[in-house]
Every structure is written in C-alpha cells, then in structure tokens.
C-alpha cells in the first residue's frame, strides 16, 4: 500500500516536472556480448557538453515510469557527441532489461549528466579497480588519464570469456579477474609506491569497502571511493 502511494507521488511529481527536465538522446548501435552478461550501447546525445568531461561523468537515465538509473559514458567523442555504455546484465532488474531491450534507433530520456568526483590525478600512477558494473566508469578512467602509459587496474568479471571479450574489444591494461581473493592477491603483487599511486574504487558496496581496507592495510591513502550498488 505504501508503495503504491510513494508511486503515485512519483508519477505525479513527473508529470509536472518530468518533461522540462528530461533530455533527450538516440540509441546508434547496441551489441550484446557473446556471454550475454554485458550489453554494450552506442549513443548520439546532442545536448550533452562532452567537451568538458574532466571528471569521470555518469548519466541519469530514465528507464521506465519514474525509475532512474546511472550508467557511465566512456569512449565519448565531443565533435559528434557520442558516447557508449557498458550495461552489466547479468542479473535481474529494472536497468538490465531495460539495456537488453534496446535497439538501433531507439530514443533515450535521461534527467542530467553528473560528476563522479573522480578525475585522475595529474602525475601519479592511476589505478581503476571495480566489477563488471564499473568496466565503463574504468575505461572513461583511462581516457581522460593523459598519458595513458601512467593508467592500470582491474576488472572483477563474472568468467574468463567475458574477460577474454574485455581484451579483444579494448585496448587497455585493466587486468581481468573472477573472484575477489584473485584481486586481492593482484594487488599484492604489484606492490605498487604508496607516494605516487592514487586509487579509484567503483562498484559493488560490500567489494569497494573491501579493497579500501585492503588498501588501508597496505598503508596507502590516496584512495577515491564510489558505490554503485549493493
Ligand atoms: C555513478 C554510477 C554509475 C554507474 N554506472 C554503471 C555502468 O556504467 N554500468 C552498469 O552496469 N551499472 C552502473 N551503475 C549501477 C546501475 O546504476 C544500477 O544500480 C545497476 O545496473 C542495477 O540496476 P538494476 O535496475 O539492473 O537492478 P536493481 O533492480 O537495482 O537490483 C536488482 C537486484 O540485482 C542486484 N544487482 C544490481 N546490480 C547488480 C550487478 N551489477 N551485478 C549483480 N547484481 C546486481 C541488486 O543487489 C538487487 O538484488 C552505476 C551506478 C552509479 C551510482
């Protein structure tokens, strides 16, 4: 009952507010990949004022009546004003199907383009660590890190084939994993310079607070943090 009436309120505050807030863009291509985990949408968004990207953006999507989710841009070109995204789908929900549904052609509503707060950091060594559902949020990372040579990190990944399919699409040095004590041995293992690494952590709750404490314990501190889910 409560639920119906927080809806109706929400319906209700987006029929006066929704359409002056809404923009609006257009689906070029969408591929879904071979493992059916990921879905991949190529997007024009005209309005969008890609030129000043400077931090990694996310995107307010409106994928059904009065439902909203984030979904990173990455890959953007601001002369044509596109981007795509990278949909993690291998779960049930609102945004999953809503990113399964799409095709060529399709228009797109999205309430404002916000910042994530994380923009590389102007010399350090940069280190993007996150899941399936950050892969996007990783490679917009890594575009905006200049030069590219001082960009790293890793990707938990749901198997080795969609790993495999990450490497062929991509051309970056985000490592492919599969299970959390993978990572975390990774990490170990690179020993990377507390003075000169920053690290950007992005996805699931539960595996950002895990490798913040991780890294904690390893003694470093630049440490930028952002849950996407739980
Ligand atoms: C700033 C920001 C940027 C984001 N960028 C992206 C992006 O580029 N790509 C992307 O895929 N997501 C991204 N997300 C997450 C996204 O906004 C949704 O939270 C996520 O897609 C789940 O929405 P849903 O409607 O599919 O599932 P929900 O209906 O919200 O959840 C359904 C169930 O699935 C579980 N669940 C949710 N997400 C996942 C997942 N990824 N894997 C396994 N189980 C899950 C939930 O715990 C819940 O039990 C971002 C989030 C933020 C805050």
Request: with cysteine; aromatic share 8%.
């Amino acid at each position: 009952m409560e639920t119906s009436i927080l809806q109706q309120i929400k319906n209700k505050a987006e029929k006066y507010l929704g359409p002056q807030l809404l923009q609006t863009g257009r689906v070029l291509e969408v591929r879904v990949w071979e493992t059916a985990t990921m879905v991949e949408i190529d997007l024009h968004l005209p309005s969008a004022d890609m030129q000043h990207w400077n931090e990694v953006p996310y995107i307010k999507f409106r994928i059904g009546n009065s439902c909203y989710r984030d979904y990173t841009p990455f890959g953007w070109d601001a002369e044509t004003a596109t981007c795509s995204l990278l949909v993690d789908t291998a779960h049930e929900g609102c945004g999953s199907r809503w990113a399964k549904h799409l095709s060529a052609g399709d228009s797109v509503q999205y309430v404002k383009i916000g910042d994530t707060h994380q923009a590389p950091h102007p010399t350090n060594l940069v280190v993007g660590l996150g899941d399936a559902s950050s892969l996007g949020h990783l490679l917009a990372l890594q575009q905006l890190t200049l030069p590219g040579i001082r960009f790293d990190g890793a990707v938990l990944l749901d198997s080795p084939h969609t790993g495999q399919l990450v490497r062929e699409y991509f051309r970056s040095p985000v490592n492919t994993l599969t299970t959390r004590h993978e990572l975390a041995n990774w990490l170990l293992k690179q020993g990377y310079c507390t003075a000169h690494t920053s690290f950007y952590l992005t996805g699931n709750r539960e595996l950002v607070v895990e490798l913040r404490t991780l890294l904690k314990n390893l003694g470093h501190t630049n440490i930028q943090a952002k849950k996407f889910w739980s």
